[in-house]
């Protein structure tokens, strides 16, 4: 039910970011139509200064021209014109109309270029200059345009859209940046929820596996306790000694984990205490092995010591460095069939010693081989429910290993056995 609310939440959240972000875009739309209308306005006010500019004076020239004649890069035509549009053409060409047009428009604060051109009423040019030669059909169909007398004065702006854009920048930078920030919030809020959701399911989950994993030695220690102290049952030698090595088997099975809980309470302190001292790696490991060598036969299975380290000594937690090669030794014996075959092998390396704690069992999908030391996690088995474990054990492992100032990876292939390799450290430099 919780978990549908979350999800709801989120929803509603998403909806409501994708809502501001319509509003956002709406909003800068609206604005740069906004733009558009002051610039057209502007460009209009302009246009009618130049206008007056041109025509104050036209009325007081009078030539007459029947050719056509050309200079400079302009084109002027006269034939068929009226005297009034010979005049406005005499007077455009008698002013510095590119610097006349940038003042204008410079005074109402238009810096955009601007390519102009007089046409007469049938769309043909009477004055256009050579670099606006190429905007001809622009400038007819699309530019601003004002009367000079019988002719129509036109400005086409090429850069227009550029120039409204760049007016807006700093509104759509910051509106950028907003919806940036609301996205990666609203994306690291429902990748916090989901984890969170995760990490609820997975502690439900080992809480569940623990309580049935503690639930079967105590009712075994109490049966068997009951039965050894029912003076009704007459039990000779051989079944007293049957429910006292339950008994031991099972309390040794409830130390084991309350071990684990314990190691997982270290691993979630990030405080890890260790007491560093000197010690000799292949001591440790032949003393897990013969703990455990009774467990291994049980399950049919043998442990191969390669310890070729020239000089086993280093400097480290003599508890914790025995209870990872134990975890390491036990989480192989897990994920291994019966008959299985661990190898333990050391090596000399510059700086301290490589250890190597090879099975020859299940193996690890690639998918998971980065996620086998996160807290909780256990690899998938399929429908194989027969290996036991709450996902701490190799957490604490890599808390140990990094602790010590070294380092712990894992090779697998599926179906083929896993190896973990560790390098420990002669003489850490502790923080």
């Known amino acids: 039910m919780q978990g549908s609310r979350i999800s709801w939440l989120m929803g509603v959240i998403a909806l409501a970011v994708l809502g501001v972000g319509f509003i956002q875009v709406k909003w800068l739309r609206t604005s740069l139509e906004l733009q558009q209308q002051v610039f057209d306005s502007t460009v209009e006010q302009s246009l009618n200064t130049i206008s007056h500019w041109i025509l104050v004076e036209a009325d007081e020239v009078s030539v007459a021209i029947d050719t056509v004649s050309s200079s400079q890069g302009q084109t002027f ?5 009226q005297r009034k549009s010979r005049s406005v053409i005499l007077r455009m060409e008698s002013l510095p109309m590119d610097s006349l047009l940038f003042l204008a428009l410079q005074e109402n604060g238009i810096s955009a ?10 769309g ?11 905007y001809r059909e622009l400038l007819i169909e699309q530019g601003y345009s004002v009367a000079l007398g019988p002719l129509q004065f036109r400005v086409y702006f090429p850069d227009l859209k550029k120039h409204l854009l760049k007016s807006q920048l700093g509104a759509f930078i910051l509106s950028g940046v907003m919806i940036l920030v609301i996205v990666v919030g609203l994306i690291y809020v429902m990748r916090s929820v ?27 220690i109490g ?11 007459t039990l000779d030698e051989e079944q007293e000694k049957y429910y006292i090595t339950m008994i031991r088997a099972e309390n040794k099975r409830l130390g084991v984990l309350v071990e684990k809980v314990l190691q997982a309470s270290l691993t979630d302190s990030k405080t890890l205490s260790i007491f560093i001292q000197q010690l000799n790696v292949h001591d440790i490991i032949k003393e897990v092995v013969k703990n455990v060598a009774m467990q291994v036969r049980r399950h049919g299975g043998k442990i191969d010591l390669h310890l070729n380290a020239t000089n086993p000594i280093v400097h ?23 008959n299985a075959i661990i190898e333990i092998y050391s090596s000399q390396t510059p700086d301290g010693i490589e250890l190597r704690v090879k099975d020859n069992g299940l193996g690890i999908p690639k998918e998971y081989l980065g996620k086998v030391f996160e807290r909780l996690f ?3 088995t399929g429908n194989v429910h027969d290996v036991k474990g709450f996902g701490l054990g190799l957490s604490y492992v890599k808390t140990v290993i990094e602790r010590h100032n070294a380092d712990i990876y894992v090779e697998s292939e599926l179906g083929k056995g896993t190896t ?9 430099a502790l923080s």
Request: charged share 25%; glycine share 4%; no cysteine.
């Open 77 to 81: 035509i006269a034939d068929g014109l």
């Open 113 to 122: 270029k601007a390519m102009f051109g007089a046409f007469d009423r049938y």
């Open 124 to 134: 043909q040019p009477s004055y256009l200059e050579g670099e606006s030669e190429q």
């Open 194 to 220: 989901l984890k969170s959701k995760k990490l609820v399911r997975i502690r439900r989950d080992l809480m569940n596996n623990l309580t049935h994993e503690l639930k079967t030695p105590i009712s075994t």
């Open 223 to 233: 049966l068997a306790s009951e039965a050894l102290g029912d003076s009704d049952l």
């Open 316 to 338: 480290a937690d003599k508890i914790h460095i025995t209870n990872v090669i134990f975890n390491l030794v036990d989480n192989a014996l897990k994920y291994s069939p019966e």
């Open 378 to 380: 256990r690899v998938p």
């Open 420 to 428: 973990f390799i560790m390098n420990l450290k002669i003489d850490p």
